[in-house]
T-cell receptor
Framework: NAGVTQTPKFRVLKTGQSMTLLCAQDMNHEYMYWYRQDPGMGLRLIHYSVGEGTTAKGEVPDGYNVSRLKKQNFLLGLESAAPSQTSVYFC?????????????FGDGTRLSIL | GQSLEQPSEVTAVEGAIVQINCTYQTSGFYGLSWYQQHDGGAPTFLSYNALDGLEETGRFSSFLSRSDSYGYLLLQELQMKDSASYFCAANSGYSTLTFGKGTMLLVSP
């Protein structure tokens, strides 16, 4: 039972480089989310998806793009990385929009932008 | 928007009881969730309150008062393994969560 798997686990980028973070879930969940976690800031929602082919902006979407071409995958892209995007990125999924459905998180991707 | 306030750090000893408070200001509120995070790892779901009152799950209980925009997580019979960060989170539309900044719980022998 893999749950939510994030790839890669660690990455160092130079300012201006691009990269894509991959999130995969094997629980047949409809909803998927991308968060960033900075020291003392808690988790902040970047983008989310309510189903295959859909995406929506969260609290801090600027500088990021996402795609949900397959139900099980949710990709987070940084087109031109900036030092302010140094963070730990967590992906999560949930079964439905019912508020009592918990979100299941991956182990995170630790990203440093130099 | 939504904002949640919780203490940054709480300390307690093994076997004790500790309460982590959370106050919130929201526009569109469905309920309050609690998550645990060990050493920066994957946050894990602990409990959810949609209605006023107490929800109990083993050693952990969670309380919500909608009229006071207030909730808390109660941890009983503390163990060393309970040392972690605890986040309250407000549920809004499409099951999205707005998290507080987290409370670091340090349990000492």
């Amino acid at each position: 039972n893999a749950g939510v798997t994030q790839t890669p686990k660690f990455r160092v980028l130079k300012t201006g480089q691009s990269m894509t973070l991959l999130c995969a879930q094997d629980m047949n969940h409809e909803y998927m989310y991308w968060y960033r976690q900075d020291p003392g800031m808690g988790l902040r929602l970047i983008h989310y998806s309510v189903g295959e082919g859909t995406t929506a902006k969260g609290e801090v979407p600027d500088g990021y793009n996402v795609s949900r071409l397959k139900k099980q995958n949710f990709l987070l892209g940084l087109e031109s990385a900036a030092p302010s995007q140094t963070s730990v990125y967590f992906c999560a999924s949930s079964y439905s929009a019912d508020s009592n459905q918990p979100q299941h998180f991956g182990d995170g991707t630790r990203l440093s932008i130099l | 928007g939504q904002s949640l306030e919780q203490p940054s750090e709480v300390t307690a000893v093994e076997g004790a009881i500790v309460q982590i408070n959370c106050t919130y200001q929201t526009s569109g509120f469905y309920g309050l969730s609690w998550y645990q995070q060990h050493d920066g790892g994957a946050p894990t779901f602990l409990s959810y309150n949609a209605l006023d009152g107490l929800e109990e799950t083993g050693r952990f209980s969670s309380f919500l008062s909608r009229s006071d925009s207030y909730g808390y997580l109660l941890l009983q019979e503390l163990q060393m393994k309970d040392s972690a960060s605890y986040f309250c989170a407000a549920n809004s539309g499409y099951s999205t969560l707005t998290f507080g900044k987290g409370t670091m719980l340090l349990v000492s022998p």
